[in-house]
């Protein structure tokens, strides 16, 4: 989610089932009923000199809880901003992105900022680690911002990171230390904290190896199922498709099709 200028307007909001935006943890166990996002004739443009660019053109989908949807398309057709759209980090110029019922678009940025924080998790393209904090320290940032107690945030992590498959010494590692599969299993364990009902990750095998991309592949298929969390990945890659329920094509930011099985793509 990296590089489209922040659009020039927002829409309203209308609500109707109220999803909590406070400050307060949310807990690791069974959750509320699963929930799914959608995504309403989004469009976004900014301005580029004289002329009004379109980045998404009416553009409607949605991803469902314990289900994984992979959005594919060429370089430059949209994906990456319909992901940032989705994840509340850029309003649409118009268009509606619900969750449970909730226009999102309508919220105040710091409404935005405690969505993401409670509902949301973002698997970057690149890890985004920081240098000077251990592979631990790293899932207990996010653990902290959302007011856990150290001692709790530390165990939360490590249980984490262990579920992504790092243990032992690998925990006290620096980002320098651990290999690209390794920053990014951190990575997807980090966006996890929280206990999102949405995961939201680009191109998250762009940096790996075969062997270790569908390593992490088979992470975040495994995830999506285990957790009940309706998961959005962007890629480029073809290989990357068998595991998805559904899968949405889209060029020059409009939604070519979206089939439900990679069995119905012709």
């Not at 309203?12 to 406070?22: F, K, L, R, S």
């Not at 993401?116 to 698997?123: A, E, N, Y």
């Amino acid at each position: 989610m990296n590089d489209q200028p922040r659009p020039t307007g927002r829409v309203g909001q209308g609500p109707t089932v109220v999803i909590p935006v406070t400050s307060e943890t949310p807990s690791t166990e069974a959750r509320p009923a699963a929930m799914s996002l959608q995504l309403t004739d989004i469009v976004l443009t900014y301005p580029d000199g004289e002329r009004t660019l379109t980045a998404l053109d009416q553009v409607s989908m949605t991803a469902r809880a314990g289900e994984l949807t992979a959005v594919v398309g060429p370089s430059g057709s949209g994906k990456s901003s319909l992901l940032a759209v989705a994840a509340t980090l850029i309003a649409p110029s118009s268009g509606r992105v619900m969750l449970a019922g909730q226009d999102l678009t309508g919220l105040s940025k710091a409404e935005a900022a405690k969505v993401r924080l409670t509902h949301i998790g973002i698997v970057f393209q690149q890890s985004n680690l920081l240098p000077s904090l251990t592979a631990v320290e790293q899932v207990q940032v996010l653990a902290h911002v959302a007011g856990r107690a150290p001692a709790r945030s530390r165990a939360q992590a490590v249980e984490l990171l262990e579920s992504v498959g790092l243990t032992g010494a690998v925990l006290a590692r620096r980002p320098h230390q651990l290999s690209g599969g390794e920053r990014q299993r951190v990575n997807i364990a980090r966006a996890l904290v929280n206990s999102p009902d949405v995961l939201l990750v680009d191109e998250p095998t762009s940096s790996l190896d075969t062997e270790r991309g569908q390593a992490v592949l088979d992470l975040l298929s495994r995830i999506t199922r285990e957790r009940s969390v309706a998961t959005v990945m962007v890629t480029h890659n073809p290989e990357h498709l068998a595991g998805a329920d559904q899968i949405v094509r889209i060029v020059d930011g409009r939604i070519e099709a979206e089939k439900p099985l990679l069995s119905n793509i012709a």
